[in-house]
């Protein structure tokens, strides 16, 4: 058992972890340079690794090489040049010209810091396409068309105040759904259409508060049904009995949203969970683990193999301690928002498109055999961004490997002062919130800049607002709400407005950061707790994300089918 640096948690190396360690230790000139066993706990490297990923922090700046007004996740008051996406892939720059020597009297993450600092980064990691389909308000987010605020989300149409969507149309203030058409407040739903309010769904349709429901049409308040239609609170009615029936409920208020958010809760607590959410699973341990096998103590992936503390990696294979997004990923270790065909990738952030063989890089495109480089794209065998033949390459790696080891910096992912943003700015915040006395005590940096909010004709509080969408005056859209929850003012957007009328669904109340952090707190930790099935007279043991105290009854996949289908 080891004992982290960081919390003093105890936590296991185990034999596989050795194995894989040993597969992508680096060889330089015949000789490998062992990759060391972590100092920190599973918990403590996805902190580290997330610290350096802002998602949802969007500020208005200048590009610094073309000096027009841009969208990025760095404001102006970061001392990091800063390209627009059409600069920063020209031709009128090269990031090989800040290239430099190695010092061996100084540590790497000294000449490192150096570099980042002083090379252009990208102004938000999108596709090339935002100005042309009108999504320039995203981040993290490729091929969309007339999106907005939405974040780690590709392929969407028409789609507003989400993250992590994928091929969806007119969804908004969703998370983690994939193909599927106007959705409001849905979280972990695919191929669904027209629901609202509703969790853990698949192919769905017309229906409103309705949590682990596949198959389903026309349901209302319901739990656990398979291949239902007209049901409210699972009991079946007919058509013109749903119907009526439904009125009752006056789901176009926003006081009656709030009590059927309440009561869909209470039925959920009183139905029978499965220990873990997933399908097509084998010799896997984590939560939402969907057609993987030999995955452990990994969230949020999809079609993986071989994949061990890895959290939102699809299509990969062979990879350990790897966070976001890690399509057609292999043999990668220690790195953060990482994929599209990178293989050999270790100690990067950014490493994005055909990166290969890559060693403590930033912001890599299309790039193999470089080590300590940043906004490097194209180029081979550099160093510091400074091209080499390939055996002075190899020469100079090896050497600066071996000084890595007497300054203790090898084997390590990047010290938190090398990240570009505050901790309060990044999804470390979310998994692991800190204050700002605790963040800076940890080694984290924290960063109070708040962006001027623009003009307003008035402020009206969001208790003031109509019940109803009907009775919404155009003028909304020049006013600011102030949201119920963190008093923090709020604009509604034409789109947006639109999207309420047409589906008649009260305006939010809630800004969409508190949005945002109310969706999360629907799905389960990223953490694991030792449970027995809750079924009477079943023993069988697991590891589920519900801890012991909530009031869930958590059942065996074996349990849990017999219950619902």
Known sequence: ????????????????????????????????????????????????????RNERKLYKRQCNLCQKNIISMYHDQIKVPVYCTECWWSDKWDAIEYGRDFDFSKTFSDQFLELKTSVPMLAAETSPDI??????????AGFNKN????????????????????????????AYTQGSELCYEC??????????FSQDCSNCNDSKFIKDCIGCASCFLCTNLRNKKY????????????????????????????????????????????????????????????????????????ETQDLRYSDSVFEAKDCMDVSSFGIMTELSYESDSIGHDCFG????????????????CNCARQAQYNFGCSSLRRKDYSVLNKQYAKEDYTILAAKI??????TNEWGEFFNPKLSTFGYDETVAQEYFPLNKEDALGKGFKWDDYEAPFPAVEKTIPAEKLPEMIDKVPDQILDWAVTCEITQKPFRITKPELMFYRKSNIPLPHRHPDQRHRDRLALRNPRKLWHRVCDKEGCQAEFESSYSPERP???????????EVY
Do not use: W
Request: glycine residues 2%; charged residues 25%; proline residues 3%.
């Open 552 to 562: 869930e009854k958590i059942y065996c996949e074996e349990c849990y089918k017999k």
């Open 231 to 302: 049901h409210i609170q699972n009991k079946p009615y007919s058509k013109d009995e749903y119907e009526a029936e439904l009125e009752k409920y006056k789901v176009h208020e926003y006081a009656s949203i709030k009590n059927l958010l309440e009561n869909l809760r209470s039925l959920v607590q009183k139905s029978p969970q499965k220990y873990i959410h997933g399908h097509n699973m084998e010799s896997c341990s984590g939560d939402y683990i969907y057609n993987a096998k030999d995955c452990h103590y990994c969230f949020n992936v999809a």
């Open 187 to 196: 979280v972990d739903c695919d191929n669904c259409y027209n629901l609202a």
């Open 401 to 406: 490997i071996e000084h890595m080891q007497k």
């Open 147 to 174: 999106c907005y605020l939405i974040f780690d989300s590709d392929y969407n149409e028409d789609c507003l105040y989400s993250n992590v969507l994928k091929h969806d149309r007119n969804c908004v203030d969703s």
């Open 1 to 52: 058992m080891q004992i982290c640096l960081k919390c003093s948690s105890g936590f296991e190396i185990t034999d596989q972890d050795r194995v894989f360690y040993e597969k992508i230790s680096p060889v330089f000139n015949g000789k490998k340079y062992q990759m060391p066993e972590p100092k920190l706990c599973p918990a403590c490297r996805q902190q580290r690794r997330l610290a350096f």
């Open 131 to 140: 100005y042309e389909y009108n999504s320039i308000y995203v981040n993290y």
């Open 345 to 360: 990738v270790s100690f990067c952030n950014l490493a994005v498109m055909n990166a290969s063989n890559l060693l403590y």
